[in-house]
């Protein structure tokens, strides 16, 4: 099953262009062209990814980002001739995932699509009843969530994304630069120390004792890793 993608943008070039694009890389599309019908569709049709024009007509795209992530964490990747920083933060203040300023290289925004759903998890979720289990700790891919000990864990969609990252690289360690670039995406407002607190409220949520955790662990000078093995890991 193909990756559903709505573009929402009122030049029709531009929604000719990506629909194009898309469907030629295997995905299915949905067009509208102005901030109402393409809210309607976001809605109603439940797709996988949203490309959101901001200035519109009928509703610009903050409103329609905000409306959506009442109910939905669907991934948005916002399109707009503007560049000013401003504009930027209140995006993802409003819960965009990614951000691209026109006119833009289609193979660069393609590349923003596939990692936006691979970071969402979309080609997991589609393989009904993926999970992985560790011990007492169960990653529902399908759900999009974590149990311990057959409790619901209460994380955010960031910290639920570092997890499920980390758990499917079989023990491999990434850099705090690496899982920036994988898990929070191609721009982002902050530094690595970001990617230090994320790490330290997941420990604080799924570990027996954070302070020697089981799970995500550090290797000390290089970075991150998710194992299995009990009792190795340190929490700095």
């Known amino acids: 099953m193909s990756a559903k993608i709505l573009v929402i943008d009122d030049e029709t070039k531009i929604v000719d262009i990506l629909s194009y694009n898309l469907k030629r890389e295997g995905y299915e599309t949905l067009t509208a062209h102005d901030g109402e019908a393409g809210l309607k569709l976001a809605l109603g049709e439940n797709p996988d990814l949203i490309l959101l024009d901001i200035m519109m007509p009928k509703m610009d795209g903050y409103e329609v980002c905000k409306r959506v992530r009442e109910v939905s964490q669907v991934p948005i990747i916002m399109l707009t001739a503007r560049a000013d920083e401003t504009d930027k933060v209140l995006s993802f203040d409003l819960g965009a995932d990614d951000y691209v300023v026109k006119p ?70 990434f850099s705090r630069e690496m899982l920036l670039k994988e898990v929070w995406g191609f721009e982002f407002f902050g530094d690595v120390r970001t990617v230090d607190v994320t790490i330290r409220r997941l420990r604080t949520k799924l570990e027996p004792s954070p302070e020697v955790p089981t799970y995500v662990l550090t290797k000390r000078g290089v970075g991150y890793h998710f194992t299995a093995e009990y009792g190795t890991g340190t929490a700095q």
Do not use: H, P, W
């Open 104 to 173: 833009f290289g289609m193979r660069e925004l393609l590349k923003r699509v596939m990692a936006n759903l691979r970071r969402s998890g979309v080609e997991s979720k589609k393989e009904v009843g993926k999970q992985l289990v560790f011990g007492e700790l169960v990653i529902d891919l399908d759900l999009y969530e974590v149990k311990r000990g057959g409790e619901v864990v209460d994380l955010t969609r960031r910290e639920f994304e570092v997890v499920r990252f980390l758990a499917t690289q079989n023990n491999q360690v």
